[in-house]
């Protein structure tokens, strides 16, 4: 949820697999002006200690799953959808 970050590259970051030590993994992000190259040098697990923080990313994490199950569904009843379009 970083405002000073270009979401693309954001993106790019978090899709990529994680780092061995000492060995960088690389992915190119789309911009609007161009490319950046990203490279991940190391991941660490990231500490919230105000609980109210915590919540509000508890809140994220439900609302995310939610829309997601929500999406899922709708795509699986498209799947199983039988269409018929009559013409004049």
Do not use: C, M, W
Not at 21 to 27: A, E, K
Not at 56 to 75: A, P, R
């Amino acid at each position: 949820y970083a405002t000073k970050v270009d979401y693309a590259i954001l993106d790019t970051a978090f899709h990529l697999p994680h780092p061995k030590v000492g060995q960088p993994v690389y992915g190119v992000a789309k911009l609007e002006n161009g490319f950046a190259i990203v490279a991940v040098n190391a991941i660490k697990p990231g500490e919230v200690t105000d609980p109210k923080q915590r919540a509000v990313f508890n809140e994220q994490v439900q609302n995310s799953l939610g829309l997601l199950e929500y999406e899922l569904y709708k795509e699986s009843q498209l799947q199983n959808a039988k269409i018929v379009v009559h013409s004049q």
